[in-house]
């Protein structure tokens, strides 16, 4: 049985060029960059012309700023951290409810450390609301920090205008954003429409490079110490030996990205539209987390009303589909996801909920047999549900109250 993957949001494949790409210096080039001999030295020079590539792709004409970590998590954690150390005056920080674990939890860490945070909501669709926003701003705010796009739900937050908010308000204020669900999906200029972001995090797995990479963008002036402490590596920001072959491969996938951008964003939005349109046709009672936003064009969350949402996983697993039903970074929690909590998704729909994800890979034969697969695996779950009216295939009349007894 082949395998359908419809989890990028979770990680990708590997992209054949980049694996390419990094073979040298996997074999024949493996020397230590920081070694003073001659094939060590090309090594380093490899690490700086992938360096100028990747900032080329932001538009940055400072190669320097961009500093290289294992993973999203890290670079948010330096980020964050990092900020807290250099500025000891200044004790509020800002972030949303809906953010990845890598930046919530180092967020509730400060605030057990005697930081104020303020966890700004958002509405039924996943939006923010920019009046909120500013009005949470105040003379004490030491840092913003706002994802770009969400993993779950693939809402796009309009970092241009909060950024820029910021800024207005008081340019003291650092703004970061944790960027790895939309870099190579959307246009992110850091001179240009994100010239008011001082920090950017992204990830290489999620854009076809390997797991083990990361980046974060500093813009120059930016006070913030180093997370990891060390050797002279990164020019003093982060200790440690590079991950040549990975640094050599982030930048190759950054490059694919670039060079197919258009056709790539047109195609992966058109499979996700059909999809979504074809299963609230063909399926009763369902919700489209996020579906009122701007939304990544390759990410569609569905919640089923009345079933559960591992059932549902299990079953398309079963059909060798690869699906998710939020974050794998907390796939192994009973607790229904925090995003769709704060979106005030009803009970009857919160566990429900399945993500489905796409990269150039997949294919509109991938998009048929989801098709073909999902709905019946949903009638037959509700089959077996007691809120469930199998006669006329729609929620009992009571089904509420039950509900609402059960729980």
């Known amino acids: 049985m082949s395998v359908i993957y419809a989890d990028n949001n979770a990680t990708t494949p590997v992209a054949p060029e980049v694996c390419e790409a990094m073979r040298p210096f996997l074999t024949d080039e493996y020397f230590n960059p920081s070694s003073m001999y001659e094939p060590a030295r090309r090594t380093a020079e490899a690490i700086n012309a992938a360096r100028e590539q990747i900032a080329g792709f932001f538009s940055l004409d400072e190669p320097k700023q961009i500093l290289f970590t294992s993973c999203a998590t890290e670079s948010n954690n330096a980020a964050i951290f990092g900020v807290a150390k250099a500025n000891p005056a200044r004790r509020h920080v800002i972030t949303t409810a809906v953010e990845h674990p890598a930046v919530l939890e180092v967020c509730k860490d400060l605030q057990r450390n005697g930081y104020d945070v303020t966890f700004l909501g958002v509405d039924s669709d996943g939006n923010l609301d920019a009046g909120e926003f500013v009005?949470?701003?105040?003379?004490?705010?030491?840092?913003v920090t706002v994802m770009h796009a969400n993993n779950e739900t693939g809402v796009v937050f309009p970092i241009e205008q909060l950024a820029r908010l910021t800024k207005?308000?008081?340019?003291?204020?650092?703004?970061?954003?944790?960027?790895?669900?939309?870099?190579?999906?959307?246009?992110?200029d850091l001179?240009?429409?994100?010239?008011?972001?001082?920090?950017?995090?992204?990830?290489?797995?999620?854009?076809?490079?390997?797991?083990?990479?990361?980046?974060?963008?500093i813009k120059r002036g930016t006070p913030c110490r180093p997370f990891l402490i060390g050797g002279h590596q990164e020019g003093g920001r982060?200790?440690?030996?590079?991950?040549?072959?990975?640094?050599?491969?982030l930048a190759k996938a950054l490059e694919l990205a670039a060079a197919n951008h258009e056709?790539?964003?047109?195609?992966?939005?058109?499979?996700?539209?059909?999809?979504?349109?074809?299963?609230?046709?063909?399926?009763?009672?369902?919700?489209?987390?996020?579906?009122?936003?701007?939304?990544?064009?390759?990410?569609l969350n569905?919640?089923?009303?009345?079933?559960?949402?591992?059932?549902?996983?299990?079953q398309l697993s079963e059909?060798?589909?690869?699906?998710?039903?939020?974050?794998?970074?907390?796939?192994?929690?009973?607790?229904p996801s925090h995003v769709l909590r704060a979106l005030n998704v009803p009970f009857t729909a919160v566990h429900g909920s399945v993500r489905f994800s796409f990269s150039r890979y997949n294919t509109e034969a991938d998009v048929d047999q989801i098709i073909d697969v999902f709905p019946r695996i949903v009638a037959n779950l509700r089959r077996l549900s007691p809120y469930w009216d199998n006669q006329n295939n729609a929620p009992r009349p009571d089904a509420d109250q039950l509900v609402g007894e059960t729980h």
């Open 135 to 143: 009005r949470a701003l105040r003379p004490d705010t030491l840092l």
């Open 168 to 188: 207005e308000t008081d340019p003291a204020i650092i703004f970061h954003t944790d960027a790895t669900q939309s870099v190579g999906k959307l246009p992110i």
């Open 191 to 217: 001179q240009g429409n994100f010239q008011h972001v001082d920090l950017l995090s992204f990830s290489g797995h999620k854009l076809h490079a390997p797991k083990g990479i990361g980046a974060l963008y």
């Open 238 to 249: 982060r200790g440690g030996t590079e991950n040549v072959p990975y640094i050599i491969g």
């Open 263 to 299: 056709d790539e964003v047109a195609q992966l939005a058109s499979m996700r539209d059909r999809l979504q349109q074809t299963l609230e046709e063909r399926i009763p009672c369902v919700r489209i987390n996020g579906g009122g936003a701007p939304r990544l064009p390759n990410t």
């Open 302 to 314: 569905i919640s089923s009303h009345y079933i559960e949402g591992e059932g549902m996983l299990y």
């Open 319 to 335: 059909h060798g589909i690869c699906a998710s039903s939020g974050s794998a970074c907390t796939s192994g929690s009973l607790e």
